[in-house]
């Protein structure tokens, strides 16, 4: 090999390295361990405050009651609702948002939904989830008959929803 060619090799093995220690730096700047915990979990108070993990506790109650048969929601979603550590779970949810986030992206939470546009989606995200998950749930159910009838002749396939 040339004495060019061992130089480019050089060179190219430089140029990698530095690209690489370069994208460390930029993920390593991005790392919530780095920045000052007490004001992520300062942060992550505040953005419970605005954001109320008990709403989001008693729609998802809401949401496993209506899995079940009517009669037995009402009932079903007050024992839930009381043997809940609504503390304990706020505690948490917390200390994990201190954990995941940095200072500023906790920062431009606390900004964007502090903002009328941004508690206005907030209020909007259970209808968005409903209506998209529906939609989900319809596709894993025609994959899932599709991988159990593929091949069956279409006339033999269960009729869903009259289809």
């Known amino acids: 090999m040339s004495n060019n060619g061992w130089a480019m090799k050089k060179i190219s093995l430089l140029f990698s390295l530095l690209l690489l220690s370069m994208m460390s730096f930029h993920v390593m700047a991005a790392d919530p361990a780095t920045d000052d915990k007490a004001e992520r979990i300062r942060l992550s108070k505040d953005l419970h405050d605005i954001r109320n993990i008990r ?5 998802t109650i809401l949401d496993a009651a209506n899995a079940i048969p009517p009669a037995d929601r009402e009932d079903f979603q007050r024992y839930v609702q009381l043997k809940v550590n609504y503390d304990a779970l706020e505690e948490k949810s917390i200390q ?3 954990e995941v986030y940095t200072v500023p992206e906790l ?3 606390i900004a964007y939904f502090g903002s009328p546009n941004g508690q206005s989606a907030e209020a909007k995200g259970a209808t968005f989830s409903g209506k998209i998950g529906k939609d989900i749930t319809a596709e894993i159910d025609a994959a899932i008959l599709a991988a159990k009838y593929d091949g069956v002749p279409a006339e033999h396939l269960p009729k869903i929803n009259g289809k």
């Not at 709403?55 to 729609?59: G, K, P, Q």
């Open 55 to 59: 709403e989001r506790i008693n729609a």
């Open 107 to 109: 920062k431009a939470m």
């Open 96 to 98: 994990y948002a201190a």
